[in-house]
């Protein structure tokens, strides 16, 4: 089977185990002529202004040591206009160890995040 789409996605990630897994996944799957990855550090991405048309982030910046930097550091990457998404699950400090609710809920995302 060959992907037929003009789609080009740019993973990085600065684990080299993930990325040598990523890799050999995306040539089994053979999807390793429109993916690759990029051992980087998303604080600080070696690509120039305004490179891509889409980027999404899974679990990644809620790890930043600077969430305002990081999403900086994004849009500075990211074309004009286009559309930045993250799936993050967090918790507020509006959250209540202690109520039944909250713990329920939490649970729930827990869940259904897997």
């Not at 051992?39 to 070696?46: G, I, R, S």
């Not at 600077?66 to 799936?87: H, N």
């Not at 993050?88 to 160890?97: A, G, L, R």
Request: glycine share 2%.
């Amino acid at each position: 089977m060959t992907l037929c789409s003009d789609t080009y996605v740019t993973g990085i990630n600065n684990n080299e185990y993930q990325i040598t897994r990523g890799t050999e996944l995306n040539r089994i799957a053979r999807v390793d002529n429109n993916c690759s990855y990029v051992k980087a550090d998303f604080m600080n991405m070696p690509f120039s202004d305004n490179s891509f048309d889409a980027i999404f982030a899974i679990e990644a910046t809620c790890h930043a040591p600077d969430v305002v930097d990081c999403y900086k550091e994004i849009f500075r990457v990211l074309k004009p206009g286009q559309c930045f998404t993250a799936y993050e699950w967090c918790i507020t400090d509006s959250f209540d160890p202690n109520n039944k609710e909250h713990q329920r809920i939490k649970v729930l995302l827990i869940q259904h995040a897997f």
